[in-house]
Nanobody, 127 residues
Framework: QVQLVESGGGLVQPGGSLTLSCPAS????????MAWFRQAPGKEREGVAA????????YYADSVKGRFTISRDNAKNTLYLQMNNLKPEDTGVYYC????????????????????WGQGTQVTVSS
């Protein structure tokens, strides 16, 4: 069982930066593939960035490439999402997700691939 708790969300102006954190419980956390998803009002949950445990393969949504960076610190059992040059369309609730076991590359961006979810943290980009 893995418990995830996101933090770091807030209100930021366009062009600003935020770093989201997701500490996780679990003794084999380093073996979990991890991801960040977001959901805007009235829209489906979408994959933002993901990191496969087996080989470090990373996925980024086209809309965030070059602006967001996903990383993990296995010593701290924590997943991060560094978000730079934020835009109003980045607004939404951001969720941390985890999956144990095998993960195919195409599954990294799919919500149905993940077993464990945090409660979400709100990110609002507005002037």
């Amino acid at each position: 069982q893995v418990q995830l708790v996101e933090s770091g969300g807030g209100l930021v102006q366009p062009g600003g930066s935020l770093t989201l954190s997701c500490p996780a419980s679990g003794r084999t956390w380093s073996q979990y593939s991890m991801a960040w998803f977001r959901q805007a009002p009235g829209k489906e949950r979408e994959g933002v960035a993901a990191l496969r445990s087996s080989d470090g393969n990373r996925y980024y949504a086209d809309s965030v490439k070059g602006r967001f960076t996903i990383s993990r610190d296995n010593a701290k059992n924590t997943l991060y999402l560094q978000m730079n040059n934020l835009k109003p369309e980045d607004t939404g609730v951001y969720y941390c997700a985890a999956r144990a076991g095998r993960m195919i590359v195409s599954g990294l961006r799919s919500p149905s691939s993940y077993e464990y979810w945090g409660q979400g943290t709100q990110v609002t980009v507005s002037s």
